[in-house]
Structures are given as structure tokens and as C-alpha cells.
């Protein structure tokens, strides 16, 4: 009795700072959410090839009270494709397929257009890190309720925006990120298993793995749980869905990609340790990240791992093989991403392998100077406005009755060019125009929601220094009258 009671006693101790540890962590992690605008978010910590935390964030909705739990569903973005690696690993392990023969011996549906570069250099490992040489790296999806194309259409260019999947360059030369590359690989599982890819996937890897609330196309049972995908400043925006289901279609909870984290770095009933290794060893080394089968590997090897960003949608998985840690934020707000990326760093410097403090300090470093460079820049432009509008209230004052039309043809061409240099302005920031120009995808945001939030103060000062150099140049000068 009294050994049990010493026992008992030293697992209180123990657990005492583990429990604190925590809850500092979750204190930062709901700080940095309140910063970035995120809706809600699934955090979920893996110590020890084990499921340490799971932290349940924020709401499933911002218009709605419903909180996200452990069983709120998640699109997690390009998080998808490691997980559709694992599948084609399977049909390798089972012999039916070969990762270094090309991959047009396994298409009869669809191949790829003729091109001038050698198409037997395009192999699954290519395909899976990316260095096969393919187009399009990645999908807007289709809005809810919208028709979703056929995996043919798709590859052929059906996208929503995006493209066609064509070879733009010799396979094998260089990285190069592909979503529609995994598009042509989940057409060759189907080809191979003679399933729909979201069944195989679902019988191969989900279910074996226990991600029981996972699916590339989930049902009416699932959908009831996916919580709802926001905009930078929580607005509510749709559902999108997507036949490129092996690059960006996974739905899941928090607690399931962490088991999709343990097999990783333990035994599972899936894959041999051998394959894993496989995945995670570097094919191609991108200058800041290296890739491997489906996995980004970082910190010089220390971390393996992927990032997702679907619209309104934004997810983080990382983890440390040597030690079976790892970290998994899942959430649906577009600012998501960063916070993300922060909560990650305060994961490996708390729970992890403390390998990314060189990485974090340049990150926040970055982040302060493009804060400090946008505020100088908003503090100069109003500066100019002032001026330029106390100069117009000057000779305003020295005139006699304001605005009117321009004095000389100079001064009204110089006021159109305002006038036209705002509405270019207005509209390139203030609508989607100016980021479907750089991208050729028509997106749901406006273009500023892309910048750095400390650009919105440098935007409305020049918006307000084109007004006052309007009204500037519109004055006539008339004498006073005596």
C-alpha cells in the first residue's frame, strides 16, 4: 500500500509539468489565432510515437457557436499527396507496380500530349518528388454544387483555371512542384487496381492506419462534420471539391493525421520500415527543402513533412523519425498558414527535436522588416499626401471658389492620369483581378488578402495620395476678387 502510494505521488509530480507545458502551449497557439484571424484549428501533438494532445480550437464556423471538437473534419490541402504516396507504395510493395519504369506503361485511359523532351525519363519516383518534369502545380477546385470533370478532363485541362498536365521540361533535371503529377498518378492507381482511387486509398491505407474519419471523397456521414472553410477577415466562403483528389481532396480530422504521423515513425500494418525510410531519404534538393516519396524533408533531416492551402483552408504536418514526435495543425481560415508555420516552430521548441530555431528566427526576423519596410512606406506616402493636400488647401485659400475644371490642358491630363492610376490601383488590390494576372486562376479573394497584412496601411495611404493630387491639379486659379 504504501509503495503504490509513492507511486501514485510521483506520476502527480511528474504529470504536474507536463500538464503546465501544455497549457502554455495552448495559451500561445490560442494567441497567435487571435492574431491571425483563424476560425478554428485542430493542434494536435505527437510525443514518443503517441498521441500526447489534442487541442480543439476555436469554432466550426465563425457566423455559428458550434466548436471545432476532435471529430471536426478538415480539408487538408496538399497534406494529401504523402498520404496518396503511401498508396502507390502499396501497389509497389505488391509488386504491380515499379517505381522507376515509365509511366505510360501503366496508362491506356489517358497519356500524356506529345512533347520534344524524352517521356520515358517520367517515372512514379519522378512523379512523387516532383522532378518528373510535369505541369501545373496546383487546383482552385470546383465551388460546391458546381459539376466536377472526369479525371481525363481534368488531366486534360478541365482544371477550373489551372491548365493541362503536359511536359514542360526534361524529366529528372530539376524539381518542380506538380499537383497535376500526382493527378496522373492517381489515374494510375485506378489503371493498376481497378478501383476509383478514393476507394483504394480508403481500403489500402486509410482504414488499415485507423484514419477511420478520412476520406478522398467523403460520404453524407463525413461531410456533416466538416466544419466551414473562411476568408483572411472570417468571412464565410464555399466549399470547394476536387477530381485531383490525390494532390488536395483529403478530408480529415486532427487526431486522424496524427495517426497517419505515428505509422511514420513507428511500425505499422501498412508499409515496411524500409519503404518508409525510402519515402523519407531526399531525391531532389529544392535550395530550402529537400523532397523525398511524397514527404518535404528540413532542419537537415531532422523533419519530415508537408503544408496544405486549399481556399479557405490551410494545414501544417511535420515530424521528427529519430524521436516519434511530431506536430499536426489542421484549419479553416486563409490565415491559417503562417499561423501554421508559428505554431510549428513553438512545437519543436517546447515537444520537438529543437531543430528549427535557425528557420523560426529568420522567418519572425523577415516578418518584422517586411512590418517595419510596409510601415515606412505608408508613414512617407501620407506624409507626401499631406502636403500635396495642404498645398491644395492653400490655393484654395489664395484663390477664390475651389474646384472647377483644370486650369491648362497639362494639369487635366495629369488629373486623369490620377484618376486612372486609382481605379488601376483599386481595382488590381481591391478585387481578384490583379492576383489572376499573376497567377492565371481567377481566385475568391481579393489580391491585397494575398499580401502582407501590413500592406493594407501602405494601400489606403496611396489610394488617399491620388485623391489629393486630384483635387490638386483640378484646382483653377482665379484672382481674389478686390
Known sequence: MILRFWQVLGLVFLAAPAQAQTDAFRAYVEERMTFHEVVGASVVIVDNAEIKAVLSLGHAAADAAAP???DSVFQIGSVSKPVAAWAILT???AGKLDLDEPVATYLTRWQLPPSEFDHTGITLRRLLSHTGGLSLSGYPGFREGTPVPSIKASLS???GGSGAVFVMQPPGESFSYSGGGYTLMQLIVEEISGEPFSQYAERAVLEPLGMTSSSYEPDTAL?????????????????????AQAAASLHATGPDIAR?????????DVLSPADVTVMHTPIADTGSLRIGLGFFISEDGVLVGHSGSNFGWKANMQFAPASGDGIVVLTNSESGGAFGYEVACRWDAEFGPAAMEASCSDYFER???????????AAVTALLTLIVALSALARLVKGSHGLSLPATWARGFLALACVLSGLI???ALYT???AYLVSGVWPIFPTIDFLPRSFGWVSISVLCLFAALIVWFCLKLRPAKT
Not at 223 to 243: A, D, K, M
Not at 260 to 268: D, E, H, P, R, W
Not at 367 to 377: K, P, S, V, Y
Open 425 to 427: 490601383w483599386g481595382i
Open 223 to 243: 461531410r456533416e462534420r466538416l466544419v466551414q472553410p473562411h476568408g483572411h477577415t472570417r468571412n464565410v466562403i464555399p466549399h470547394h471539391n476536387f477530381r
Open 68 to 70: 471545432v471538437t476532435p
Open 367 to 377: 516578418q518584422q522588416e517586411t512590418t517595419r519596410l510596409m510601415q515606412a512606406i
Open 157 to 159: 485541362g478541365d482544371t
Open 260 to 268: 497517419f504521423v505515428i505509422a511514420n515513425v513507428s511500425q505499422n
Open 432 to 434: 481578384p483581378a490583379g
Open 91 to 93: 501497389l509497389v510493395d
